[in-house]
């Protein structure tokens, strides 16, 4: 009877881990969350201002430095209005 009590007992503690780690796993990291944030910021940056933007690889960027995606905005406004206001001149030589 102890046998299939402690059999019992591992069993659901098996179980109860599994599903413990399954949340664990469905859940994004703050990084994923940020960083999806920040490709869509850089896709309406790119329709806004009619510029070709790059983000960078999710594996370039530290979790602990990154900026809040309203930070990442700002930035990214700031450039693309920099940019813009760039005077061409195109010459013929």
Do not use: W
């Amino acid at each position: 009877m102890k046998k299939y009590i402690c059999i019992l007992l591992c069993i659901t503690v098996i179980i109860g881990m599994g599903l413990i780690s399954t949340a664990f796993a469905a859940e994004k990291s703050q990084k994923e969350k940020y960083y999806a944030q920040y490709e869509k910021i850089v896709e309406e940056a790119e329709q806004q201002y009619n510029i070709e933007l790059t983000l960078q690889p999710i594996d370039k960027f530290d979790e602990n430095n990154m900026l809040t995606p309203e930070e990442f905005k700002a930035s990214v406004v700031k450039n693309c209005e920099e940019l813009n206001n760039i005077p061409f001149s195109f010459h013929r030589i």
